[in-house]
């Protein structure tokens, strides 16, 4: 079977993980903060924020942003759930923004039109989270212009954007959002197993989803609400989890970081090819935008409707085949957990019409060009 995704693990990974197992520190010991300072930097970012995994790193974020009962908070239905579910977790209300069809994100024109009618319904959100899917960006510039003008908080899901660019910047620079997640998750662009992080150039966000990934406890002075008992003193000033990533993940995701502009290149091109070898067929790419260098984490094509093909027939045929395609992704609100909470077919349409024709053919660093030679002339085959 010709996975989807898959991670890419050599020797040096290895060594890496091998050499903490060794070491006097599998959990709070150096390895995580200079993955965080690592990652940081490679986005020119002030700070990051490493955890075990980036759903995690998203109800970080939110809790950050101070988001509770009774704030609204949006983001895409072309997503993982975890985009979600964060907003759940803190008891907010979600709710969603259609995409564009050409590349599957989050539509501005779409944003400006819902912002516009929840500011005279008194319903305007407190935080939007766009979602950089397959790995290209948002229009951020124009998302934080409306963050501005309407007053919400940006989380950039960048799941799939670890190494793209934005405007000539990497992502997760936070130039126009407040707080950006990576995943890093083994189908993701680099991994540590499982794993996220949270970046930010803001101090007073970054310190609160530090304290919060362990329990809200703080052994810093000026947090405390009295002065210490002893050498031994902590406090726990707010409910945090245990959200810390391990030493052995955060060795595995620098020992990765290394490979990742390679990875990034080797998906590239790759992706040209299938470029070049799908041009005759029915079939349209996501489009890439010339603002946008895209991480590409996945490759998603669309079925033409001029194919009299079935969609889900094209899925079974290939995975016959042993090529496990996928589908990026069941727009979250037809999810039967969020159907039960109102939503309905009907109700982002562009979502679902993607969603009716979406393909994501297998893509990863260790793909040959033989096996996508394979894959192609498969599809060639079936339409
Ligand atoms: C993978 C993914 C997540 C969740 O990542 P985990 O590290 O598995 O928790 C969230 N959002 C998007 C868009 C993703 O693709």
Known sequence: MIPYGKQSIDQDDIDAVVNVLKSDWLTQGPKVPEFESRVAAYCGAQSAVAANSATSALHLACLALNISEGDIVWTSPISFVASANCALYCGAQIDFVDIELE????????LAEKLAYAKIQGTLPKLVIPVHLAGQSCDMKEIHKLSQQYGFK?????????????????????QFSDITVFSFHPVKIITSAEGGLALSNNKKLVRTMQRLRSHGITNVPEEMTET??????YQQVELGFNYRMTELQAALGLSQLNQLDKFVARRHLLAKQYD????????DPLLQTSDCYSAFHLYIIKLNLSTKKKHSDVFE?????GIFCQLHYIPIHLQPYYEKRGFRSGDFPVA??????????????N???EEQQYIVTKLGELL
């Open 154 to 174: 940006i989380i950039e899901d960048a799941s799939h954007a670890i190494g793209g660019l934005y405007k000539g910047k990497k992502i997760g620079g936070c």
């Open 317 to 321: 045929k290939l995975r016959e085949s």
């Open 276 to 283: 070049m070898l799908l041009r005759s067929m029915p079939v």
């Open 228 to 233: 210490g008992h002893g050498p031994w003193y």
């Open 103 to 110: 590349t599957g994100n989050m539509s501005v024109g779409r």
């Open 367 to 369: 793909l040959t060009t």
């Open 352 to 365: 679902e019409s993607y969603y009716s024709c979406a393909i994501t053919l297998p893509l990863h660093p």
